[in-house]
Nanobody
Framework: QVQLVESGGGSVQAGGSLSLSCAASGRTFSTYAKAWFRQAPGKEREFVAAISWSGGNTYYADSVKGRFTISGDNAKNTVYLQMNKLKPEDTAVYYC????????????????????WGQGTQVTVSS
């Protein structure tokens, strides 16, 4: 079993930065692919970023590419999301997710492929 706990959300003005963390319990977390998804009010959950278990591959939604960076520290069982140049449309609840490692690039983008989810952390960006 893997349990995920996000932290670091908050409120910022447009153009600002926030850093999210996701701490995991469970010995196998280091071998898992990890991702961040988000869900805005009235909208479906959407993919934000993902990282392979080794950290060697990262994937981003077009809407955040160049502004967000996902990284991981397997020694600390933690995955991070650095968010820069935030926009009001980035406002959402952000969720950390994890799944067993996969060789399929497309699997990283699909929420239903992830087995474990955190409780979410609110990010609010004001204009």
């Amino acid at each position: 079993q893997v349990q995920l706990v996000e932290s670091g959300g908050g409120s910022v003005q447009a153009g600002g930065s926030l850093s999210l963390s996701c701490a995991a319990s469970g010995r196998t977390f280091s071998t898992y692919a990890k991702a961040w998804f988000r869900q805005a009010p009235g909208k479906e959950r959407e993919f934000v970023a993902a990282i392979s278990w080794s950290g060697g591959n990262t994937y981003y939604a077009d809407s955040v590419k160049g502004r967000f960076t996902i990284s991981g520290d397997n020694a600390k069982n933690t995955v991070y999301l650095q968010m820069n140049k935030l926009k009001p449309e980035d406002t959402a609840v952000y969720y950390c997710a994890a799944r067993p490692s996969t060789n399929s690039r497309s699997d990283y983008y699909k929420g239903y492929e992830y087995n474990y989810w955190g409780q979410g952390t609110q990010v609010t960006v004001s204009s």
